[in-house]
């Protein structure tokens, strides 16, 4: 079977990783080429926090480095990209490659501006290349479940959602500096919301078209442009309603919840705190058996894993086999000659756009703007 020549721009911790992750437990792709312009993340030993791991050089004895991203679409000959660069600059990376014809797998969020996706959006229309959405928390088992109760009907039409994504992320600052709040970039962490918007929205037919949004302000910390916890209310034409809450400076426990009340049941993950497991339920006014909240034994672990020809140890390292998930939907994609991937520019752009428009009305003290996307008639580059 072919072999796919893999490269990846942003050697930080998740390019590691993924690097690791994806060379060992998906067949037929090898690793060649890694680039980031710092050149020490390539040649020295690596910092995780509580101990120093081997370089990048070490760890991928036969792959080249670049210092130069351009210069490593032109020598590496490869099929496929992975950007792994901090979350406020994968569209320039994303954009080049694709100019290429090179295949490309983009970490979150897609785009970090209105600009940024239309780039992106035109760069995707004249392409014969495919790009994948790296949407992580879309390879959960309980989201496969919850797109499974939808599918059969058992919740009917989704009415209204919730998400939230609890992180306190203050101990990677100074490891990952894009992740520390700065008045350059005010909307974070509203803008960090596909791991949240992406489950809801695979099972929403129609697009978020308004959205209100505030933030408690720097609160805990006082850093300039910190926002301790932002919460915005988006709606759909038919008036369907997501609640989404991130929160990126806080002393609560870390994970992602979701609800989905539908006309005919509802569904809910919620997250495990303390001694408390993580629950996944279900209620369904279709089904005899389910009409009170039913307990499912579904986690982390993606549906189907056990049967996939794949190392399975690796697959499971990434956030409980998710990011294995996507990279396994990618490549059979890809090995099929398909001309789209399963969560492609228009997904990613879906569950992107929202959190900057929402980033824009919390500028304004929670104000209701209109959402736009490239696909609209009335698309513009401008709120
Ligand atoms: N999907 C998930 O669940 C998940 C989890 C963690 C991180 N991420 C994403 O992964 C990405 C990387 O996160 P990280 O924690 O590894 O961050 P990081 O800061 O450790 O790594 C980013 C790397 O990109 C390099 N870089 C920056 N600009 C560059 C340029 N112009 N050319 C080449 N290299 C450049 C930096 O030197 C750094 O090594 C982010 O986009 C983040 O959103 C996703």
Same mark, same amino acid.
């Given at each position: 079977?072919?072999?796919?020549?893999?490269?990846?721009?942003?050697l930080?911790?998740?390019?590691?990783?993924?690097?690791?992750? !994806?060379?060992?437990?998906?067949?037929?792709?090898?690793a !060649?080429?890694?680039?980031d312009?710092?050149?020490?993340?390539?040649?020295? +030993?690596?910092? $995780?926090?509580?101990?120093?791991?081997?370089?990048f @050089?070490?760890?991928?004895?036969?792959? @080249?480095?670049?210092?130069?991203?351009?210069?490593?679409?032109?020598?590496?000959?490869?099929?496929?990209?992975?950007?792994?660069?901090?979350?406020? *600059?994968?569209t320039?990376?994303?954009?080049?490659?694709?100019a #290429?014809?090179?295949?490309?797998?983009s970490?979150?969020?897609?785009?970090?501006?209105?600009? $940024?996706?239309?780039?992106?959006?035109?760069?995707? %229309? =004249?392409?014969?290349?495919?790009?994948?959405?790296?949407?992580?928390?879309?390879?959960?088992?309980? !989201?496969?479940?919850?797109q499974?109760?939808?599918?059969?009907?058992?919740?009917?039409?989704?009415?209204?959602?919730?998400?939230?994504?609890?992180?306190? *992320?203050? *101990?990677?600052?100074?490891?990952?500096?894009?992740?520390?709040? =700065?008045?350059?970039?005010p909307?974070?962490?509203?803008?960090?919301?596909?791991?949240?918007?992406?489950?809801?929205?695979s099972?929403? $037919?129609?697009? /978020?078209?308004?959205?209100? *949004?505030? =933030?408690? &302000?720097?609160?805990?910390?006082?850093?300039?442009? &910190?926002?301790?916890?932002?919460?915005?209310?988006? %709606?759909?034409?038919?008036?369907?309603?997501?609640?989404?809450?991130?929160?990126?400076?806080?002393?609560?426990?870390?994970?992602?919840?979701y #609800?989905?009340? &539908?006309?005919e049941?509802?569904?809910?993950?919620?997250?495990?705190?303390?001694?408390?497991?993580?629950?996944?339920?279900?209620?369904?006014?279709?089904?005899?058996?389910?009409?009170?909240?039913?307990?499912?034994? !579904?986690?982390?672990k993606?549906?189907?894993?056990?049967?996939?020809?794949?190392? %399975?140890?690796?697959?499971?390292?990434g956030?409980?086999?998710?990011?294995?998930?996507?990279?396994?939907?990618?490549?059979?994609? /890809?090995?099929?000659? $398909?001309?789209?991937?399963?969560?492609g520019?228009?997904e990613?752009?879906?569950?992107?756009?929202?959190g900057?428009?929402?980033?824009?009305?919390?500028? %304004?003290n929670?104000?209701?703007? +209109?959402?736009?996307?490239?696909?609209?008639?009335?698309?513009?580059?401008?709120?």
């Open positions: 079977m072919r072999e796919f020549r893999l490269g990846c721009v942003g930080g911790g998740r390019g590691r990783g993924m690097m690791e992750w !994806v060379s060992n437990g998906i067949d037929n792709i090898k !060649v080429a890694a680039c312009n710092d050149p020490d993340k390539f040649y020295k +030993p690596f910092d $995780e926090g509580n101990r120093l791991a081997p370089s @050089q070490e760890l991928f004895p036969g792959v @080249q480095y670049f210092r130069d991203y351009d210069e490593m679409l032109e020598k590496a000959d490869l099929d496929i990209v992975m950007v792994e660069t901090p979350a406020n *600059c994968h320039e990376f994303c954009v080049k490659a694709l #290429r014809n090179i295949h490309v797998y970490d979150i969020p897609s785009v970090a501006s209105l600009p $940024e996706a239309e780039a992106l959006w035109k760069a995707g %229309q =004249s392409s014969e290349a495919m790009l994948m959405t790296g949407a992580t928390t879309c390879g959960w088992g309980f !989201v496969h479940a919850m499974d109760l939808y599918k059969q009907g058992l919740l009917g039409k989704a009415v209204y959602m919730e998400a939230e994504y609890i992180h306190d *992320c203050r *101990c990677l600052w100074e490891r990952t500096p894009w992740r520390k709040p =700065s008045a350059e970039k909307g974070y962490p509203i803008t960090y919301c596909t791991h949240s918007l992406g489950p809801l929205l099972i929403l $037919e129609e697009d /978020l078209k308004t959205v209100c *949004c505030v =933030s408690t &302000g720097s609160l805990t910390t006082g850093v300039p442009g &910190g926002n301790d916890v932002m919460c915005a209310l988006y %709606q759909t034409q038919s008036g369907v309603t997501i609640r989404h809450t991130n929160s990126f400076i806080n002393c609560a426990p870390a994970g992602h919840s #609800r989905v009340f &539908g006309t049941g509802c569904f809910e993950r919620l997250y495990a705190r303390g001694q408390d497991k993580g629950h996944t339920r279900f209620r369904s006014e279709k089904l005899y058996a389910a009409t009170n909240m039913t307990e499912l034994d !579904v986690d982390e993606p549906l189907n894993v056990d049967k996939w020809t794949c190392d %399975q140890q690796a697959i499971n390292a956030h409980g086999g998710a990011d294995g998930y996507l990279w396994h939907i990618f490549m059979e994609a /890809l090995r099929k000659g $398909e001309k789209t991937a399963p969560i520019i228009r990613g752009l879906r569950m992107t756009l929202p900057l428009y929402a980033a824009e009305s919390a500028k %304004q929670g104000k209701v703007i +209109p959402i736009r996307y490239p696909w609209d008639e009335d698309w513009t580059t401008s709120f």
